[in-house]
């Protein structure tokens, strides 16, 4: 369980100030948003919400951190924190509003993947913690769901875990790989937490283990003979397959089969076709030949083209750690602060670049569909709705108002999760998150394989913030 | 705690061969290595042990574990592992011997951080955690010792939380950063938990939160007199220095100061050079200049070479997720098996790769020094011992051999830190860990700024395992 500790120093500062000053209970929105797709793709897979949800329902500062928090001292050495302040955080609770994109739904750059309304001094205190879940686990579903494309249907296995970012970057990185479309991972935790299938056969240290590999594999057959998938590249990849085969022999006597043989090493394109002509020949058509060692989409796509004989594809460091791209840019900003007379402030911070000035506003987005297909994404403001037959002004291209295409249905994406620190939305299973992400990135790569797709302010919602940014650019004149 | 779950399942299916075949309790040595140096630089900071010792000490399969093995099955639905062998795991104690390098010190690939010596069961099912662990800390203190370097002894913060892999990927690399040179993190948990020092003052959000920034700006100085460092540029950086400044005066007629500003974003060299200038001639000299914003070891020197006014360096993503790259090469390697008869029958994997033909033998690394410098490191097998002058072949050029220049002091690297299970070495501070990382790490840069260091086998090792390649290269013929 994560700790609310697990923060950033400056967000309990902020909270002091926002306490001393009165503003703690300050109705604010806040809303996590990602910048750019990863891995220079076109779309991404958002997850986390349930490690969000546990830790949301988990969250309080024990006397322990109360205790620790107590101790801090400023440069001068002065105490941080005042006691009166840490009394109250010691008895806050968590009673924000929450809302979120389902996990498993395609999600584009400046959609809220969550919305957080409440007191301005809690919705503070969790940013650190919420970007960090939903960041890494948006950025592994994502990984996962390209290698998977890679892989066009055949079976993923994540194997990541021993380069992983430590334990729990194995362990979220095994759940977002399943929700992104991996089959099984090797991490057991993994599958027991989550409910994840688990694969795995045997290692090197197998077979030198033996006097040598024949021996090494008649034991392995011996002890797994319904489990029975060898590493054959421990001396030498070709010979390793033939002592494969007679193992293969004996477990059919036993009414068993070679279920697979793997290699880990060497030009996996032409080792896997001459392995397969070796195992066809020798009348085992149906041993599958699996293949790892440093594979990514790239190397997959790459290995289908040569031709390569593999069917069961083994991925590690480059899906646990999202090699190629190891960190989502997501960022977690003020876009609403409740006047004392009840009425909303709407906020923005600026920047030179477009892409860093933040949206105001309470806001939704809004997905269209035609024939099934994805048309285009609506960010809009609660407040200010929807007109029947919207505009926009897309992300990429904001000077320009986009109409709205034909379409026959949309939906909103983001569905409320917490009603006042309470959870009012039913907990999904992972296979119904992983079945979500596969049925939309194929529905959506069938129209968008490469383009960017549109996603846009609504008109009314561009306006307000041109509006905001030119009060701002003028007052600080 | 990290459960004995968090590993590969197939270190388990291994394990029940091992049972089956009654094989469990003979002795065996594994080693972990990494193959090699990341960020491609010439060394890298040994880190991790205090995680590994705290798995260690709890190691154990809880009922539940149990519960959760019992109910796996293979691909055709029989049950994976049988009641009596989980029965067998459910009763199973840590008894193996633990030798390691100490945190802090500066290692080289090929060089053991571990040795695992113990039951082959005990020892095969400790290999994924024991990777995961320390691939990853010393990926990232390496990393922080780079950008510490680059900073040239000014302080670097460690801000990494939001975009790290997960909750413990932000965890373990606050740790990780702080030994390998870091002055503090903005992570509260990890403070709490490894006593590392937390800093931190306020976010953009703060900024926004009020009607404007001089406004924002007078309010933290009011909560925060003495630990009022300012961000600046949430609407025009030139103009938020001179808002701090306003704020600074007010705060010096309440005896306190402006300690600093944070820049976050835009051309940190150009902008800090002015905001200098502004502070300097406002008569705030002491005020200091801190900056963040996607740097690294490559931008700090970059800014340092153009002038940057910054003395200070808040380092996030980079760091926390070793961005230019993600994972450490390590392996955990079968090195030797104990026969029946109580002689060792040493090991290796082959491979086409030299660098991948693992090294066999109970080894241990000894470092020579003259005059404090680094002279070499000697990997020997502790069975054939290192003659008194020493003669060895190169990691980097095998096949010629190197006598050892002069040297007057030489250590052994590994340490006895379990003896059958029982920690025989006293638990170390964090803080002397840092202290040993940022000396060596300095020692070692003046006579290797860029060079590869001369790490090699030991003749009588290096002769015995081309025997072992040439036995194992001729048996498979």
Redesign the interface.
């Known amino acids: 369980m994560?700790?609310p500790?697990?923060?950033?120093?400056?967000?309990?500062?902020?909270a002091?100030?926002?306490w001393?000053?009165n503003?703690h209970n300050?109705e604010?929105v806040?809303h996590l948003i990602f910048r750019n797709n990863p891995f220079r793709g076109n779309y991404a897979v958002a997850c986390g919400l349930d490690t969000v949800i546990d830790f949301l329902q988990n969250w309080h500062f024990s006397a322990e951190?109360i205790q620790?928090?107590s101790k801090?001292k400023?440069?001068?050495g002065?105490i941080?924190f005042p006691r009166d302040f840490l009394d109250y955080l010691g008895q806050l609770r968590f009673t924000c509003d929450i809302d979120a994109i389902a996990e498993g739904t395609i999600v584009f750059p400046q959609e809220p993947l969550i919305r957080i309304t409440g007191p301005?001094l809690q919705a503070?205190l969790l940013?650190?913690?919420l970007?960090?879940?939903v960041?890494?686990?948006t950025l592994i579903a994502t990984k996962a769901s390209r290698v998977c494309e890679a892989a066009k249907g055949e079976p993923v296995l994540e194997?990541g875990?021993?380069?992983?970012?430590?334990?729990?970057?194995?362990?979220?990185?095994s759940r977002a790989a399943y929700i992104g479309g991996c089959s099984a991972t090797?991490?057991?935790?993994a599958?027991?937490e989550f409910d994840i299938p688990?694969?795995?056969?045997?290692?090197?240290?197998?077979?030198?283990?033996f006097a040598?590999?024949e021996t090494a594999f008649a034991?392995?057959a011996?002890?797994?003979p319904?489990?029975c998938v060898l590493l054959v590249d421990?001396?030498?990849t070709l010979?390793g397959v033939r002592h494969a085969i007679e193992v293969g022999k004996k477990l059919r006597e036993q009414g068993a089969e070679l279920?697979g043989i793997r290699l880990d090493?060497?030009d996996l394109a032409k080792l896997s076709i001459e392995a397969r002509a070796i195992l066809d020949e020798a009348g085992f058509q149906q041993t599958k030949i699996m293949a790892s060692n440093t594979l990514d989409e790239y190397v997959i796509q790459d290995l289908k083209q040569q031709g390569a004989c593999i069917s069961v594809w083994g991925v590690g460091?480059h899906l646990a750690?999202?090699?190629d791209c190891?960190?989502?840019?997501?960022v977690?900003?003020?876009s609403a602060?409740r006047d004392q007379d009840g009425s909303w402030n709407y906020?923005?911070?600026?920047?030179?670049?477009a892409i860093?000035i933040s949206n105001p506003g309470i806001l939704q987005v809004r997905r269209f569909f035609s024939d099934d297909a994805h048309v285009m994404d609506v960010l809009y403001d609660t407040q200010l709705g929807v007109p029947e037959v919207p505009e926009m002004h897309r992300v990429d291209a904001p000077t320009t108002r986009a109409k709205l295409p034909d379409y026959d249905a949309s939906i909103d994406l983001l569905l409320p999760v917490f009603r006042q620190g309470e959870l009012v939305i039913e907990r999904e299973s992972i296979h119904k998150m992983r079945k979500r992400a596969l049925d939309e990135v194929k529905q959506f790569l069938k129209n968008y394989p490469k383009e960017v797709y549109p996603v846009g302010l609504e008109t009314h919602l561009y306006e307000l913030k041109q509006k905001l940014i030119n009060e701002?650019t003028t007052?600080?004149r």
């Open positions: 994560v700790s500790l697990l923060t950033d120093l400056y967000q309990l500062t902020m002091y100030g926002y001393r000053l503003m300050q604010a806040f951190d620790y928090l801090l400023t440069g001068n002065e941080l301005l503070q940013e650190s913690t970007l960090n879940i960041n890494f686990q194997f875990m021993r380069r992983a970012q430590g334990p729990d970057g194995a362990l979220a990185a090797s991490n057991v935790l599958g027991k688990v694969r795995g056969t045997h290692a090197h240290s197998w077979v030198t283990a040598d590999e034991a392995y011996k002890v797994m319904h489990n421990t001396y030498d010979l279920l090493s060497g460091t750690t999202a090699y190891p960190a989502l840019d997501g977690y900003k003020l602060l906020k923005l911070k600026l920047s030179e670049q860093k701002l007052a600080k």
